[in-house]
């Protein structure tokens, strides 16, 4: 993983102050960029351009996958998460932590160690979504059984997957699971229970999220779907290793009695997550990496993977292990947790409370609404029009889809002109081609 | 040359007026389709859809296009030596055309009833061929027209309205 981790290049703000439309936990600095348009060239949604030797994302396109992040090596695209300080803010804290989170780190650090460190961080309780991964399965599988006509049930855990099909696959927005992710469960079923147990209100208790990757820190500042105020904040793994290292050597001389649950840490892989759901009646798909998702997507719009009763789709590499915000290796990291997975001991959950919750239709999302990006115009006339004055310049222009005019391919520029946003004299194959015949 | 046709109710008036008039596509797109090749088939369909998403071509009838074209396409690379699609767009419908080199469906009919294939080995290898494919496409089409017979280059073409009538 790119050092986007060290906490050196992490941008601090309190970013419930700049809640916009269409927000999203990554900044450019334009004083690092130097418009090598790297990151231009692996942005799924064509969401970056660069003008003027600047990189720029269109909000209304990005979906926080985190390629750019990953891939610029100048450190100019930086990804935000809160400040440990908002902590303050809260009488009672909770941490709700993501499962890759246990796969950072060496194999002498224990599961106990790495969770009773993020507790010494400052937080009054920790959960993981490891403990709900049964529960999950389980209503997953309900899902999927009342729901068969939508068949294929895509997993929406995901939020960099969620928003990609509300901007390029929005026919398949019917088939999302409609339910809450597993952080998000939690987070319900913590504020009742602490409210209850320590008598407080609901502004004194502060629930975050350990999460690894710049989609989560986005989905909990603006979160797709929601019925109920959820998260208070995201922290991500690399923002806080550094510290939790530290803290790590202090409490292994002191160990506490801390609950874990191994056996739940297949949420953080999209195979094993998979593997899971499959069952006599139910089969199951797991596809990671957001090319191969845009692929497999594509195959659902053509009905051809209808033979899957539920796809589990995740933006990264073999799933949240790969985010973009974590600082081991995804395939480390894999190894890591299924080592946990295979030696950990089956730890008894009581949910009869998460089971309440949930036939009372607590954890249910509203329909999520399509964001078409690659609609040229409302009217179809106007778009035909557009359409075809898009392929006009695409004639002119030389084919090469090198990306040295800032726009990701050659029809992409000529999308960009005709919508106004670019130029036929950005393209400097065409700029040469033509001051070499002037000469 | 056997001939199939079949054009779903509401559709006949608007059908017959445009094979007669044959009206200039505002977009039209071509692809090859080579024999067997299904690392490259879909490929025609799949910019027929980014097409229509740009057109911002309602979700249901995106889907149903994206079925039929995907369905066709597999089609001939799947039971001909090669072909090519054809799509001709307009602002109130898609007309696709796929027309192959042969061998020719012997018996049209035959071929229309859902579970009946002549898929080969290989293509069933690839995990095609499981007899959905015309029936689909009839499902999915606004109006079905097939020319072909034994030994003979076989022609589908296909019209979907954007709009209901
Ligand atoms: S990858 Fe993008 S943000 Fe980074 S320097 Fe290159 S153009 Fe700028
Ligand atoms: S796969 Fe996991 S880590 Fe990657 S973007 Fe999706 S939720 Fe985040």
Redesign the pocket.
Known sequence: MPDAGGTDHLFHTDMNDEKKQYFHALQILADNCTGCTACVKVCPTEAIRVRDRKASIDPNRCID??NCVSICQFHAIIPRSDSLETLNKFKYRVAIISS?YFGQFTEDISYAVAKQALLELGFDEAAEEAMVTDFMIKIIRDYIRANRDKRPILSS?????VRLIQVKYPALLPNLFHLEAPMSILTRYLREKIREEKQLNEDEIGIFLIV??V??VTAVHQPEGVYKHLQDGAFSIGMIYGKVRELIKKVQNNPVEIDTYPKGLTWALSGVQAELVDCEDIRALSV?GIENVMDILSRVEDHYLDQYDYIVL???TN??V??CLNVENPFVAMSRIQKMIKEGEEQIIDIHNLEELYHDGEFAVAPLTARPIMELDKDIKTAIKKMKKINEFLTMLPGLNCSACGSPTCYALAEDIVLGKATIDDCLVLLKRHSKEED | MAEYWNVSPGFEDAITRYFTDVPEAEVTLESAIPEKDFNSAGRGSAEVKNLLKRLGVDNDILRRVAVAAYEAEINVAAHSIGGKMTSHIYDDMIHIKFEDRGPGIADIDQAMIPGFSTADELVREFGFGAGLGLPNILRNADALHIVSAKNCPTLVELIIYFTPI
């Open positions: 996958c985190g890759s855990n995901c939020p960099a997957v690894p990757c989609a989560h990671n995740r933006s990264c799933g949240c790969g985010g």
